[in-house]
């Protein structure tokens, strides 16, 4: 996994811990389910996700330096805030292999680790460098979000759930086959609000960091270099000429009007 993931929710960094997928999905949205949801689980501490030991004091929380006030304000803080649930709700999809999502999920889907992994085994299959979490986003970033709890054992509260309005769309050979691996048995019942409020939000911007890349600046010139038109003296009548001949020489019976056939033109 990338250790570098992360994500930032009100002023507070997550990294992102853990990736679940669910057949069928988990939230309804105007009484419509997806068959499948994947989850991306962002936490300051693996205990509390689902099968965590629960908090007492982590060490991964880094705060053993702190007075012991602080330790006390901290704990409670992260006990009111253990992490933030990102959801993406899947359609099938008609598309081909190349979208994106589907060649994030086919690069382990496709594996005989995969499709030989036992219940509780770790195993690691290698990824291409370039396979990002950025891949499963939908385009349209609007979504809802409240303040629930971790839907599997130990069902922690104090979760920020944040699901997108808009679903990507996967293969459904792909879905039938995480279906079968993973969830033969189908999920759990969807469960009540429980007076919990939902908010939405269509109004995102998207910060990403900038990657060093060529200024279209740059780029042209690059493409000019090579056809780029020099003359011994560049002032008044002399210029002109040298110019012209120049490019006559490309033109009509020119010495180098063959030039898109000649490769040493």
Same mark, same amino acid.
């Given at each position: 996994g990338?250790?570098?993931?992360? !994500?930032?929710f009100?002023n507070?960094?997550y990294?992102?811990q853990?990736?679940?997928?669910? #057949?069928?999905g988990?939230?309804?949205? =105007?009484?419509?389910s997806?068959?499948?949801? !994947?989850?991306?689980?962002?936490?300051?501490?693996?205990?509390?996700?689902?099968?965590?030991?629960?908090? =007492?004091?982590d060490?991964?929380?880094? !705060?053993?330096?702190?007075?012991? #006030?602080?330790i006390?304000?901290?704990? %409670?803080?992260y006990?009111?805030?253990?992490?933030?649930i990102?959801?993406?709700?899947?359609?099938?999809?008609?598309g081909?292999?190349g979208?994106?999502?589907?060649?994030?999920?086919?690069?382990?889907?496709?594996?005989?680790k995969?499709?030989?992994?036992?219940?509780?085994e770790?195993?690691?299959?290698?990824?291409s460098? =370039?396979w990002?979490?950025?891949d499963?986003?939908?385009n349209?970033?609007?979504?809802?979000?409240y303040?629930?709890?971790?839907?599997?054992?130990?069902?922690?509260?104090?979760?920020?759930w944040?699901?997108?309005?808009?679903?990507?769309?996967?293969?459904?050979?792909y879905? =039938?086959?995480?279906k079968? %691996?993973?969830?033969?048995?189908?999920?759990?019942n969807?469960?009540?609000?429980?007076n919990?409020? !939902?908010?939405?939000n269509?109004n995102?911007?998207?910060?990403?960091?900038?990657?060093?890349?060529e #200024?279209?600046?740059?780029?042209?010139?690059?493409?000019?270099?090579?056809?780029?038109?020099t003359?011994?003296?560049?002032t008044?009548?002399?210029?002109r000429?040298g110019?012209?001949?120049i490019?006559?020489?490309?033109?009509?019976?020119?010495?180098n009007?063959?030039?898109?056939?000649d490769?040493?033109?």
């Amino acid at each position: 996994g990338d250790e570098n993931s992360s !994500i930032s929710f009100n002023n507070k960094n997550y990294p992102l811990q853990k990736i679940y997928f669910h #057949t069928p999905g988990q939230h309804l949205v =105007d009484g419509n389910s997806s068959p499948l949801e !994947i989850n991306l689980y962002h936490s300051l501490s693996k205990n509390f996700l689902p099968e965590g030991k629960g908090f =007492d004091f982590d060490e991964d929380l880094e !705060i053993e330096n702190h007075a012991e #006030t602080d330790i006390k304000t901290n704990n %409670e803080n992260y006990m009111n805030n253990k992490g933030v649930i990102i959801s993406i709700l899947v359609k099938r999809g008609k598309g081909h292999i190349g979208t994106p999502a589907n060649k994030f999920i086919s690069q382990f889907i496709t594996n005989h680790k995969f499709r030989n992994l036992k219940v509780e085994e770790n195993t690691e299959i290698k990824v291409s460098e =370039d396979w990002n979490i950025k891949d499963l986003l939908p385009n349209k970033r609007s979504f809802y979000s409240y303040e629930g709890s971790l839907p599997m054992p130990p069902c922690y509260e104090t979760f920020n759930w944040v699901v997108f309005e808009e679903q990507i769309e996967i293969m459904g050979e792909y879905i =039938d086959i995480l279906k079968k %691996e993973g969830n033969p048995m189908g999920n759990r019942n969807v469960h009540p609000l429980n007076n919990r409020i !939902i908010f939405y939000n269509n109004n995102i911007e998207i910060i990403e960091e900038e990657e060093d890349e060529e #200024t279209k600046e740059e780029i042209i010139k690059k493409m000019l270099a090579p056809i780029r038109i020099t003359t011994d003296s560049r002032t008044g009548v002399e210029y002109r000429i040298g110019s012209r001949q120049i490019i006559d020489s490309y033109m009509g019976d020119g010495v180098n009007s063959n030039y898109l056939d000649d490769e040493t033109q």
